[in-house]
Structures are given as structure tokens and as C-alpha cells.
T-cell receptor
């Protein structure tokens, strides 16, 4: 079974600063993908970034980057230059590349960006 | 941009009533998922379809929940009879899965916020 752990229920960051949201995972599979989603207060789930288990380079998408450390089974999300609009819940999720293709989600981290 | 469309956005009804939630996946996507989000359980999978065939509904209470894909443009999730503990946000997501690597993200609809009184 797969498990995602997000140990930070809430985080605060000053506007324009960088912030790291932690995510660790547990799986015995070798081939999998890691995803981060953002859920603003309006409720929708917005895909942010993907990292494959065989990708050698850390994924980046604009101000988002994923600090992937496979040996430590961690996939932390880094948001650079935080903006007020980044205030939201952030979910880390994992999906196996074989068999069940559904996402397993962590419990989420609520990020609040302060002016 | 293509979007997953869910209806209704909000539903309030009394316990015992039938509830039907609908989802139009993104054209060309071959997988559809139903997730439920609650404060206590977080996001959990209810059902999963690939090429319209149900592959996994182990997360769904079988006695009252049913999920179908009558065609490629419509997925439905029904609850009959509904109970207060079914109150949650129900998300539909679709994605494209081909081959071994799963680098295509799932795209979520805006969800149905269900309240059972």
C-alpha cells in the first residue's frame, strides 16, 4: 500500500519569500509519479507539478519546483517569491505506474501568505 | 482550456433521497475517477474507470453508492438512499493513461458540495 505524509498542517510565509512544503511517501514500487495540487478556498483542485520516479532532474514549473530525494522518499514543493494568491491548501499525491492509477493523497498543508 | 465539468455544484437534500452527480470528462481522456473529500478522511478514491470499464470501486459503499459511465462523455455517481454521513465534496477527475509511465496529471472538476440533512 502507498502512503503520503504531510507533516505541516499549516504554514505561514511572508510575501515574496520562498517556502518549502514537506512531503514524504512510502511505497515498495520502483515506478511511480508524484504530484502536487493546490486547493484555494473556492474549492477546486489545481494541478501544479509532476515528478516521475525515474526522472533524474527535479521538476520545475514557473515558481514551483519539486525537491525530489528518492533515497529519502521525499518530494518537497518549493514555491519561490510567494504571492498572496498562493494562500491555499496544498496536497501531495502519488500514483503508481502500473496497476491502480488512482492518486493517493496526503492530508494537506494550509499555506497562508502574509503581506 | 479543456475542463472537467461537474453538475450540480451544490446539492442539499434530505436523508433518504436519491442523489445523482454527473461528470463530463475531458475529451480524449481514457480514465475517470470519483474522489470524496471530507474533513475527517481527506481525499479518498471511490471509483475508477478506464475506457469506460469500472476497474476499482473498492472505496465505495456498495449498498448505497453506484458509479457508471454510460458513454465516454458522461460519468455518474449515485447515492440511494442518502445519509447525513455522505455529506462531503465529491470530485470527478479525468486523465490520459497510456503505456507504463504515468506522467499525465489528473484534471479535476470543481466538485459537488453535497449536504444531506
Amino acid at each position: 500500500a502507498q502512503k503520503i505524509t504531510q507533516t505541516q498542517p499549516g504554514m505561514f510565509v511572508q510575501e515574496k519569500e520562498a517556502v518549502t512544503l514537506d512531503c514524504t511517501y512510502d511505497t515498495s514500487d520502483q515506478s511511480y509519479g508524484l504530484f502536487w495540487y493546490k486547493q484555494p478556498s473556492s474549492g477546486e483542485m489545481i494541478f501544479l507539478i509532476y515528478q516521475g520516479s525515474y526522472d533524474e532532474q527535479n521538476a520545475t514549473e514557473g515558481r514551483y519546483s519539486l525537491n525530489f530525494q528518492k533515497a529519502r522518499k521525499s518530494a518537497n514543493l518549493v514555491i519561490s517569491a510567494s504571492q498572496l494568491g498562493d494562500s491555499a491548501m496544498y496536497f501531495c499525491a502519488m500514483r503508481m505506474d502500473t496497476g491502480r492509477r488512482a492518486l493517493t493523497f496526503g492530508s494537506g498543508t494550509r499555506l497562508q501568505v502574509q503581506p | 482550456d479543456a475542463r472537467v465539468t461537474q453538475t450540480p455544484r451544490h446539492k442539499v437534500t434530505e436523508m433518504g433521497q436519491e442523489v445523482t452527480m454527473r461528470c463530463q470528462p475531458i475529451l480524449g481522456h481514457n480514465t475517470v475517477f470519483w474522489y470524496r473529500q471530507t474533513m475527517m478522511q481527506g481525499l479518498e478514491l471511490l471509483a475508477y474507470f478506464r475506457n469506460r470499464a469500472p476497474l476499482d470501486d473498492s472505496g465505495m459503499p456498495k449498498d448505497r453508492f453506484s458509479a457508471e459511465m454510460p458513454d465516454a462523455t458522461l460519468a455518474t455517481l449515485k447515492i440511494q438512499p442518502s445519509e447525513p454521513r455522505d455529506s462531503a465534496v465529491y470530485f470527478c477527475a479525468s486523465g490520459l493513461v497510456h503505456g507504463r509511465r504515468g506522467n499525465q496529471p489528473q484534471h479535476f472538476g470543481d466538485g459537488t458540495r453535497l449536504s444531506i440533512l
